[in-house]
């Protein structure tokens, strides 16, 4: 059945490595989304692609990169300049369309140390 | 710019209770969207109502409604009878002008004791 997958569900690094984040789906949407979760501040936009071979920084990309290299994968590196990257993180699609809703994944919780 | 305002941090009922949560936007555009999701303690957003800024109509499916008002920037968001499995992270969500990205508010984290 369709849906968005993310793996793996907790994932554990230490503090100075690169680390990266898989974001699949199967809905045929054009678009995908990257946000990040820390409590009491809802959901923050880390990057955005429309079309593939094409993506937009969001509010906090900074320490933070990723490829769309394919219509159904939206990888989301969390590199070793995020100062603060323990959150949980949580990929999306929708149509592209204006109005559309945005379908999410399950969401993978980052602890660095 | 954009803004969505949750100001409900965390809302706690007991089961029956009718509970609303609150939403007030800021845009400029004249036509928009607003969303509402839920987040479960699994973590994923569900989506559950899509509203456009031309459709002022208040909507009703099953134990929920939402309450659409222009005139003050809100969309509330109510459920009668809450249930235990209500217990969520409920966020509110406005598409940005440009149409490409939801601007969330902060949530609103309901508990709903047995």
């Known amino acids: 059945d369709g849906g968005i997958t993310q793996s793996p569900k907790y994932l554990f690094r230490k503090e100075g490595q690169n680390v990266t984040l898989s974001c699949e789906q199967n809905?045929?949407?054009?678009?995908m989304y990257w946000y990040r979760q820390d409590p009491g501040q809802g959901l923050r936009l880390i990057y955005y692609s429309q079309i593939v071979n094409d993506f937009q920084k969001g509010d906090i990309a900074e320490g933070y990169s990723v490829s769309r290299e394919k219509k159904e994968s939206f990888p989301l590196t969390v590199t070793s300049a995020q100062k603060n990257p323990t959150a949980f993180y949580l990929c999306a699609s929708s149509t592209g369309r204006r109005a559309y809703e945005q379908y999410f994944g399950p969401g993978t919780r980052l602890t660095v140390t | 710019a954009q803004k969505v305002t949750q100001a409900q941090t965390e809302i706690s009922v007991v089961e029956k209770e009718d509970v609303t949560l609150d939403c007030v936007y800021e845009t400029r555009d004249t036509t928009y969207y607003l969303f509402w999701y839920k987040q479960p303690p699994s973590g994923e957003l569900v989506f559950l109502i899509r509203r456009n800024s031309f459709d002022e109509q208040n909507e009703i499916s099953g134990r929920y409604s939402w309450n659409f008002q222009k005139s003050t920037s809100s969309f509330n968001f109510t459920i009668t009878a809450s249930q235990v499995v209500d217990s969520a992270v409920y966020f509110c969500?406005?598409?940005?002008?440009?149409?490409?990205?939801?601007?969330f508010g902060a949530g609103t984290i309901l508990r709903v004791k047995s």
């Open positions: 969500a406005l598409d940005e002008e440009d149409g490409n990205k939801l601007v």
């Open positions: 809905l045929n949407h054009d678009a």
